[in-house]
């Protein structure tokens, strides 16, 4: 039979080289992670050819009696997992998933609260760039610029003064407990519609790491392949709510957005849920954190500022405007030394998104790799190393002894050979 190789050698050499820069590569993007073989492997299944428009028991196509065991079984361990009483497993990303929850619960031109992206929110959450910020009148919240902490009076003083159909809670990049208790209160005196995207922080929560949004919001979406560890896919869910309700959100995803749900993800979704399930996943997310923390404590003990002075989840938020280069120059920088990581706007940033004065760590995927406390505070030296030798004569040493150490760090602990 015919190989990759042979049938498409400029894509399998890509492959072979994204595998070897996965291997390689510290990968500090908050975002991402590694998902397991299974995971990985389900998605190569004959599920991939099935379409399958609906809910299970209830298609516009037959032959789905195999694709609705794999639904079924996504969304009662998901909702084992999250201890709810709804889910969706069908949207394709964090995005449709935000997509459907607008459509179900809002019109277009009602007033939407979101965080400001510039301080952490998602494009999703009113960015004028994305449909949120176009179809929706949206007013942003964002962080005490003293404390980098959100500031709640403000945004109950903001939610008062324009009274949102519906407040976004969720975050790219804020690295403390988020008060979700409160932010049901205020959404609660203004009538609006809670929603919380925990798309980040989804596998902290099912391991009761991190504050659990869902008795608290109306609706919580997720991405699958953040802290989650899944395979790259979106889902919705609910608690308490209603059946009604729950029709909304259904019919928002499909018909509403979507056409056919892609199966063979939906069963990768399956798989990544009884892994969560396991003892194991909660050891996982402990370690996140802890190395989370043990990063963040040495670069404050370098001499770097983290925004809200430290973190309690999987990622911080390194600000550097006080330095002589941008998050652009950081970013490329610790590339070279093969450290993976992402500029990222601070909060009152006067550099462009492009630019940025500020780098966002993370340590889902580290960690899934075997990275400790020992391994993360020594990463912890090394990525200072290469920042505080930017722009300096020695730059050129110091990044490939830092490469050098990277990659045996790196060699020690493979991500699946
Ligand atoms: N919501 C949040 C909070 C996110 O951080 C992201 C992605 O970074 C998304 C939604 C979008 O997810 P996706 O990229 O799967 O569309």
Redo the contacts with the bound molecule.
Sequence with gaps: SLTLADFDPELAAAIRSEERRQEDHVELIA?ENYASPLVMAIQDSVFTNKYAEGYPGKRYYSGCENVDVAERLAIERVKALFDCDYANVQPH??????AAVFLALTHPGDTVMGMNLAQGG????GNPSNFSGRHYRIVPYGLDPQTGLIDYDEMERIALETRPRMLIG???AYSRYKDWARMRAIADKVGAIFWV?M??VAGLVAAGEYPDPLPHAHVV?S?T??TLRGP???IILAKGQGEAFYKQLDSAVFPGIQGGPLMHLIAAKAVAFKEALAPAFKTYQKQVVTNARAMATVLQQRGYKIVSGGTDNHMMLIDLSAKPYTGKDADAGLSNACITANKNSVPNDRRSPFVTSGLRIGTPAVTTRGFGVAECEQLAGWLCDVLDALGADSNEQVVSRVREQVVALCRRHPVYR
Excluded: E
């Excluded at 990303?93 to 935000?98: D, K, P, R, V």
């Design positions: 975002s990303a964090g995005a449709q998933a935000n998602h494009l999703t959450h969720g975050f790219s995207d798309a980040h979406t991405t392949h953040k790259r896919g979106g």
